[in-house]
T-cell receptor, first 117, second 109 residues
């Protein structure tokens, strides 16, 4: 099946620094990718829709200047958490649409655990 | 986006069949129903997807009534390793999905 890979799997950073998380579709092209955030014992919350070659669409309440999304190619989207603070510590997950002929399921990455100290 | 409602938790025993029902009253005509499994600190893993009636694959079955306002995920003969959170999603043509609270399934020996 299609594979979506995130890097890094976990990262610890100091408060005030920026962190970039990569999401790659390994064996298919994804014109659309989605970024989610998940706090402990909670569900996934959609943050934004990443569109190749255009600006991302952010969900209500998500600061676009804090969570920078770049989707420069059909296989890579990046999420940069700028000026990270401890409250940004969370599990970040991306997904990509499988634009296969008969497949409409979304494939999820393995997630990135961000800890801001 | 259609909101989904599932039981918060369910308990079962090894070898039993488990059925988890999800309500999605506001599902749109072109929406698909998809179920995912998530283990702690991992991304969701696709289980099954359907549009209407019944879909079966090697791990589960999905039953969708004619009005499509609900769906039931059926896991045959669960094992301890099936202990996880199960999410029911309604997915639009644009691929956008909203996760509900999920169902925490605990399988006991």
């Amino acid at each position: 099946g299609a594979v979506v890979s995130q890097h890094p799997s976990w990262v610890i950073c100091k408060s005030g620094t920026s962190v970039k998380i990569e999401c790659r579709s390994l064996d298919f092209q994804a014109t659309t990718m989605f970024w989610y955030r998940q706090f402990p014992k909670q569900s996934l919350m959609l943050m934004a829709t990443s569109n190749e070659g255009s600006k991302a669409t952010y969900e209500q309440g998500v600061e676009k200047d804090k969570f920078l999304i770049n989707h420069a190619s059909l296989t890579l989207s990046t999420l940069t958490v700028t000026s990270a603070h401890p409250e940004d510590s969370s599990f970040y997950i991306c997904s990509a649409d499988g634009h296969l002929p008969t497949n409409t399921e979304a494939f999820f990455g393995q997630g990135t655990r961000l800890t801001v100290v | 986006l259609a909101k989904t409602t599932q039981p918060i938790s369910m308990d079962s025993y090894e070898g039993q069949e488990v059925n988890i029902t999800c309500s999605h009253n506001n599902i749109a005509t072109n929406d698909y129903i998809t179920w995912y499994q998530q283990f702690p600190s991992q991304g969701p893993r696709f289980i099954i997807q359907g549009y209407k009636t019944k879909v079966t694959n090697e791990v589960a079955s999905l039953f969708i009534p004619a009005d499509r306002k609900s769906s039931t995920l059926s896991l045959p003969r669960v094992s301890l390793s099936d202990t996880a959170v199960y999410y029911c999603l309604v997915r639009t043509n644009a691929g956008k999905s909203t996760f509900g609270d999920g169902t925490t399934l605990t399988v006991k020996p």
